[in-house]
């Protein structure tokens, strides 16, 4: 199956791009897998396929390497801000991109006409147990609770931003195995739908730093719906300004919570290269 793909990334998270509107893949599991694959495909954490909307500017499917769809994904949306512009698909600046968690809008921001940053309204945090999902009592927020994994006790906040994550704070992010330990959590009976999980080490109330271990696809150098669920829970427990920097394995991202519940996430989108896959 021949088809034209473009590879972006946002801080190292990477993603081969498909415009749906043109190119035909029949299976998106499959592809996602076979294309993902670092030495027998074209190397991603995610394939995503662009196609048409009856609500919004566009539609976006995001599929992990393993196949498995996401509802959401952060560094996408700027990527594919950009990738709809620059291919010459819209004109406008602003778009509306309609995912399996509802519609959002990323915004691209120019400095002296040269694009530096991207700019994106995630929507609200979910909070409650069931729109994470988590098994318990469905109203209930989970706001610094213990999650036990064989023998070791861990203080959890779980955090919603369409897609779901689990988020800990630790005093030295060295130390956290997170090949090991992401897996467990991902897996946990206690989440329905697995979950992304998030190691986070404060530096001081505007900076934190999170690494990640992302939910059918492993350690990735950065995540974007994650570095939001990160900002929420700080400040959810009290560790974090409703503005502060993310630095993640791949860079940065600016995050804010504004006073109208909606995140905003700042950060950079980059293409790599065009070309077909045969
Ligand atoms: C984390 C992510 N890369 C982003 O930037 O938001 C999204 C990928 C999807 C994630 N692995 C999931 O929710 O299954």
Known sequence: MKFNFSKWHGLGNDFVIVNGLEESIENYEEMAIKVCDRHFGIGADGLVILLKSEIADFKMRIF?????????????????????????????KKITLETKAGIIKPELIFTNGILDTVKVDMGEPRLKRSEIPMVGNADEQVINEILRVGDIEYNITCVSMGNPHCIIFVDDLTLVDLSVIGPKIETDPIFPKKTNVEFVQVLNKQKLRMRVWERGAGVTMACGTG????????????????????????????????????????????????????
Request: proline letters at 1%.
């Open 64 to 92: 992990n390497s393993d196949g498995s769809e996401a509802e959401m994904c952060g560094n996408v949306t700027r990527c594919m801000a950009r990738y709809v512009f620059e291919h010459g698909l819209t004109d406008k």
């Open 227 to 278: 570095t939001c669920a990160t900002l929420v829970a700080a400040v959810l427990n009290g560790k974090a300004d409703r503005q502060a920097t993310i630095e993640l394995d791949g860079g940065t991202l600016f995050i804010e919570w504004g006073l109208d519940n909606h995140i905003y996430m700042s950060g950079p989108a980059v293409e790599v290269f065009r070309g077909k896959y045969l």
